[in-house]
């Protein structure tokens, strides 16, 4: 999902998610709403993941901070 100020990285793969879950019946006969763009957003490869199977992991680009007692109130160090 876009953030403003964010550029698309060159080679990044876009995806279409559908926000309202679609059925093999849907697509068979036609419903007009899988294409409604209402209900579509584009989304990189790792957030649609992240949005299929519930698993916020997937968007973890950066290494991971050790967390260290009191780093985040430093006056009780």
């Known amino acids: 999902m876009g953030l403003a100020g964010e550029e698309i990285p ?15 019946e849907d697509i068979v006969n036609g419903n007009p709403l899988i294409l409604d763009p209402e209900y579509l957003i584009t989304v ?3 957030t ?25 109130c430093p006056w009780k160090g």
């Open 44 to 46: 990189s490869e790792d």
């Open 10 to 24: 060159e080679g990044v793969q876009i995806h279409v998610h559908h926000m309202n879950p679609i059925s093999d």
């Open 48 to 72: 649609h993941k992240a949005i299929t199977y519930g698993n916020k992991n997937f968007l973890t680009r950066s290494a991971i901070v050790e967390r260290k007692p009191f780093d985040t």
